[in-house]
């Protein structure tokens, strides 16, 4: 493969909830769904330490997405967890 043939990032763009940069533990693992179902896409984050897993809410565009503060997940008032470490 020649050097040429790689990839060209732009700079990228930082994410903000309420105007101020996203906080998200080390190690997490980001997905964007629709997760209120209000046709907008929502950042779901779990994280390596403990395996709590958070939504920010857009409540935005897809477009030009304004994230909400992070909300951990809960089932039956206790913190949702995924398997980590």
């Known amino acids: 493969m020649c050097c040429s043939a790689l990839p060209q990032l732009d700079s990228g763009v930082r994410l903000t909830g309420n105007a101020v940069p996203l906080q ?3 190690c997490s693992a980001p997905s ?3 997760w209120n179902n209000d ?3 929502d950042l779901l984050t779990g994280q390596f330490d403990y395996g709590y897993v958070s939504v920010f809410l857009n ?3 897809d477009a030009q997405p304004a994230f909400g503060d ?3 997940i809960q089932a039956n008032g ?3 967890s995924t398997s980590y470490g």
């Open 59 to 61: 409540q935005g565009t």
């Open 24 to 26: 998200v533990n080390s």
């Open 39 to 41: 046709g907008r896409k």
């Open 70 to 72: 992070r909300t951990f």
């Open 32 to 34: 964007v769904i629709d």
């Open 78 to 80: 206790t913190l949702m």
